[in-house]
């Protein structure tokens, strides 16, 4: 057996190596760790290349692969190859593949493929926590530097090489029916465009991210401008694999989109972008990013770019923009139709949590409506924790009151992690929506004394006792509607009604009757009918000292300027 291996080797690299009449498509040679360089060629028939180089043993820490310029498919990858070892630390390969008449991008990159908790493991695991140690970086770099300086692809057959500064020429050949590229993107961009299709088309949706099970990073997505409905998102779920590291993903997928007008965005987040690789870069690195295109070259001209106005100057009916640590803010409006509405709303926010959010509730029944949560937001670019909730709602005619609240941290201009992409959104905007909107219809919101009301105590602060007297003509039903204080079975902040005659407390706000008032869990709230019999009444409402109208010590009740006690006169019907 001794006698046979070293035949078996000869005969292997004696089958492959005859690269007499082939010529030099594509080399490249002094590669370094966390680093990917590039060549090309253009081949002007189907041909076997020939491809050989050496690598880094396991292909951990190394990888080649050869693109096709125009699918952006890859054609083959150094996995592919036969092996053999060469010294500690190398292997060389070789192979031979058959390709059609093209032109190709060859890539070679020295990035860690697998790592550990603890490392990368024996001989590998040294190399690579030691190469990786900015600290001694230079020194191990020095101890390694042969293996390092032995990296190296070569291919050969009958075409032309390109030089890494010649690739454009593929590139700007998969563009010319391009109508939108944002490509070779960088670490904290935020990118958009407009385009209006003039008829329904179908359009091919190449993008290149960075995602995983537990969000997406690097993305892209497409909202109609009217509407505000996203027709397009990438995801974690609905994207491949794009080579390299488990988290960079791909879409290469055709849709059919109507006549309308569109804004397309791609977002990168601080970490992992063209050029700044953390981890293993993706098959096609060029095109990290968006490309929109036609499947046709004549369809470019049913497509119009626009510059997109994020938020819009007209039509903004409530503007909470800027806003900074500890701000509460409410204005009311009123609707003299039922219409759709767009609400822009930037804040912060975690899984389970929000800190710096909106909400809106109806003036007259005080239900809350709509509110800004962490799952109908979206990453909003920068730290993680930045939201975004951006889309149309529609609403009911009748008059609405808007809030927004934000905590003691990361606010406009005192951010404590990366701020959004529009840190002058930080807040909300709510802005008619539609071609028919007519600010005609949009009235200030006025509070009228409501006739059916027969007691009111509301905006309590803090230390306060208030009472108010009320006479029932006749036995009736009232509506009680209050909100307060209380945990653990406790009320802190709360209401009474007293019998004038009797000096007994008839109703009383327990723990037991209340229900979450949103916000902070000890908000509470009653929304409840009794029946009282006819005779005079006192209503109270006691507040401790803390955590009550303006002064909150956690996140308000979504109707705070009720907090307080309403007593309605229920009318017959």
Known sequence: MKKIIPIIAFAFFASTNYTGAQELLSEIRDIIPEKIRMEGFKLSRRQDVHIKGIGFRGRRFTNSWILDSQSREIVWEMDHADFRRRGRALEEFEDRVEVSKGSYEVYYAAFPYIRHKKGWGDFFGRFFDEIFDDEDRDEYYHDFKDELRSFYIEIRG????????????????????AFISMTALRDDEYRQQGFELTKPMDIQIYAVGEANKSGTYDYGWIVNTETRDKVWKMTYRDSYHAGGARKNRKVNEVILLPKAKYVAFFVTDDSHSFRRWNMAPPYDP????????????????NIKLFDYERIPEENVIVDF????????????FTLKRPMKLRIYAIGEGKRHEMYDYGWIVDAKTHRKVWEMDYHNS??????????????????????????????????????????????????????????????????????RKDGSILAQLVRIRDHERERERFTLEKD??????????????????????E????????????????????????????????LLRRGEYIVHYESDDSHSYDDWNAAPPYDPTNWGVTIYLVEDE
Do not use: C
Not at 289 to 296: A, H, I, N, S, Y
């Open 158 to 177: 009958e075409g032309r090489r390109y030089r890494e500064h010649e690739i454009r020429e593929f590139h700007d050949k998969f563009n010319n029916r």
């Open 286 to 301: 060029m095109f990290w990013g968006l490309t929109l295109r036609v499947r046709k070259a004549s369809d470019m001209r």
């Open 321 to 332: 923009s800027r806003l900074r640590d500890d701000e509460f803010r409410s204005q009311g």
């Open 378 to 447: 979206e990453h909003a670019g920068g730290g993680d924790k930045n939201r975004l909730f951006d889309g149309v709602v529609e609403f009911d005619k009748g008059s609405y009151l808007a809030y927004f609240v934000t905590d003691g941290s990361h606010s406009y201009w005192d951010w404590n992690t990366a701020p959004p992409y529009n840190k002058e959104g930080w807040g909300m905007k709510i802005i008619g929506a539609g071609k028919n909107f007519d600010r005609d219809d949009v009235a200030e919101y006025e509070a």
């Open 476 to 497: 009736s039903d009232v509506r009680i509607y209050a909100i307060g204080e209380g945990s653990s079975g406790r009320m802190y902040d709360y209401a009474w009604i």
């Open 499 to 530: 019998d004038v005659d009797s000096r007994r407390v008839i109703w009383e706000m327990t723990y037991r009757k209340t229900r979450h008032a949103g916000g902070a869990d000890k908000n509470r709230m009653v929304d409840d009918v009794i």
